[in-house]
């Protein structure tokens, strides 16, 4: 996805003999736009996959930092999947798909384009000159608001320059004060040189953040797939791509800590979700099909991780204490310090039927007795979750 950068700004050789190899001399970055055809583009069959893998909200590229955009804007003559490609409105078809799915709906967009003219014309002005967020950003901010009403808009590519430069404060006032999403829409923290983990609805930080302990603010972890990469690759090989003990990991220290979590998957060019991504997405939704209810809605605990491991996690809603354990206890017993029992405390084991044995350990805590799990040759699936009913 940073291809062109690579290739034509950085002039990185790996790219460059990559590009002679396989092209004919002379190919420029925008013949490449004709292959990209979208031609398996199922956006149902998408909206039917991230509702299956748990998810609540779907964030779409729009734009990336090479200005091309993945519907008709006016101000991309050419360079959009309607003129050129898939001769397909990408946006607003995934958008159909997920609102009837329920799903909510999140347009990714670049401020920045590596090499619009009237990007390094400002650039070489210092930014003091505003030609291309006039003529080219703002004006497709304003159409994506207007045209699919999106519920999150996701910034990015704002590093080069200043807030000023790019107008953000006088859209988020917009956006929030008379756009029609204005009671709904929601935005990250990419607005502008320094904005991030600093200014925004909700922060990011950096990709792929991890915070190491209760942020104050309200943030996202987004993670990919594809360790390597946010696009996807022809050369990606099986240890590439995150195992479901991984994905299940970062899903629980993210939600233990008050993020959401975003995944990204890389679609080929034909517009499919190459099928282990796929499996990797289901296997999450099943997990969470099981323990959602210590995911979906809740709240950080007052302690977020127990004391004595990193293997087990806490969640909360209202009264109710989630302890999220990643490693299945040698002795199937389950040892946590945080919770203060109560005599008539309670505790299930969330996908399991009745309720566990537990006593209170000497000192601090308590001891859970799990279920009997019958002994196999394969590691167990990653990830349960205690109820804890009538704790401190």
Same mark, same amino acid.
């Given at each position: ?17 990559? =590009? ?14 004709? !292959? ?12 039917? !996959? ?60 670049? *401020? ?20 291309? =967020? *006039? ?78 302990? *209760? ?12 360790? +390597? ?32 979590? +975003? ?24 997990? !969470? ?66 309720? +566990? ?30 109820? !804890?009913?009538?704790?401190?």
């Amino acid at each position: 996805e940073w291809f062109w950068w690579h290739w034509q700004g950085l002039h990185d050789a790996a790219y460059e003999r990559f =590009v002679r190899r396989r092209f004919p001399p002379g190919t420029t970055y925008a013949e490449f736009a004709p !292959l990209f055809t979208a031609h398996d583009f199922q956006p149902r069959q998408w909206a039917q !996959l991230f509702q299956r893998a748990g998810a609540r909200y779907v964030v779409l590229t729009t734009k990336h930092h090479e200005g091309f955009t993945n519907w008709g804007s006016p101000v991309s003559w050419n360079w959009n999947s309607v003129d050129t490609g898939p001769h397909r409105d990408l946006v607003g078809e995934l958008g159909e798909a997920l609102r009837e799915s329920n799903l909510r709906y999140g347009l990714y967009h670049s *401020l920045m384009e590596w090499f619009n003219p009237l990007y390094l014309a400002d650039k070489q002005s210092e930014f003091k000159t505003q030609s291309f =967020v *006039l003529k080219k950003m703002m004006p497709e901010l304003y159409d994506l608001v207007l045209k699919y009403k999106p519920d999150l808009i996701w910034s990015d590519g704002d590093w080069e320059a200043p807030d000023s430069y790019w107008n953000s404060t006088s859209f988020l006032a917009w956006l929030y004060n008379d756009s029609p999403v204005k009671d709904t829409v929601v935005v990250n923290d990419r607005w502008g040189r320094g904005c991030s983990c600093r200014h925004g609805g909700f922060y990011n930080c950096a990709d792929k953040y991890r915070p190491g302990t *209760l942020p104050e603010h309200k943030w996202e972890m987004c993670s990919s797939l594809d360790r +390597l990469s946010w696009g996807y690759r022809s050369n990606m090989s099986l240890a590439d791509v995150m195992d479901e003990m991984s994905m299940i990991e970062e899903l629980v220290q993210t939600v233990s800590l008050g993020g959401n979590y +975003l995944l990204n998957v890389g679609p080929t060019k034909e517009g499919v979700i190459a099928p282990i991504f796929q499996e990797r997405l289901l296997a999450l939704g099943r997990w !969470l099909d099981t323990n959602g209810e210590a995911i979906y809605e809740s709240r950080p605990w007052r302690v977020q991780m127990e004391n004595t491991t990193d293997t087990v996690w806490y969640t909360s809603k209202g009264p109710v204490v989630f302890a999220i354990f990643l490693l299945w206890p040698r002795d199937s017993v389950l040892h946590l310090s945080s919770p203060i029992p109560r005599p008539d405390t309670q505790v299930t084991l969330l996908g399991f039927a009745g309720t +566990l044995q537990w006593h209170k350990q000497p000192g601090e805590g308590m001891l859970i007795t799990l279920p009997y799990m019958l002994p196999s040759p394969l590691p167990p699936q990653s990830g349960w979750a205690v109820k !804890l009913e009538g704790v401190k």
